[in-house]
């Protein structure tokens, strides 16, 4: 048997960040609720209220800013000029994945690339977080790459 991955664990890891109980909660939270944007004080709020027990204000801000940072949450301020936060939308994640040429399937390169798929993504967010600094929007990235796939190449079938 396999071990099972927990999602959440695998993205702080990946993001470099430690695995903290307050951590996941607020990820896990932002994870779940991926339509909703919450101010520092109304994820305090809702959290207190989920967990029945307060996360220190101080370490939920902190910690709400370091996932932002990484590309976890997206940072947006309203017209009010409060600051709100959501999960990443997957339409801003670059998910590089391969067309191939010859038969036509397009698939995810992750397994392909294993560690370097996260440094791919890692540039992407930065690159769209430098965009949005300088003042652009509507931001999405389709990264692919087109050639033809192993399988074609040697011709095995499927
Ligand atoms: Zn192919």
Known sequence: MTKPIDPINELLTAHGLRRTY?????????????????????????????????LDKVTLYRLVDRLTQVGLLLCRVDTNRVRRFQAMPVSVHAIP????????????????????VDDLERAAQNA?????????????????????????VTGASH
């Open 22 to 54: 307050a951590a996941k909660l607020v990820l896990g939270w932002f994870l779940a609720h991926p339509n909703t944007s919450y101010t520092h004080s109304q994820l305090l709020l809702v959290l207190a209220k989920d967990q029945h027990e307060e």
């Open 128 to 152: 769209l977080a430098a965009l949005e600094a300088l003042g652009y929007q509507g931001h999405s990235i389709d990264f692919a790459v087109r050639g033809v796939c192993a399988e074609c």
């Open 97 to 116: 994945h391969f067309e191939c040429q010859s038969c036509h399937r397009d698939s995810p390169l992750a397994d392909a690339l294993k560690a370097n």
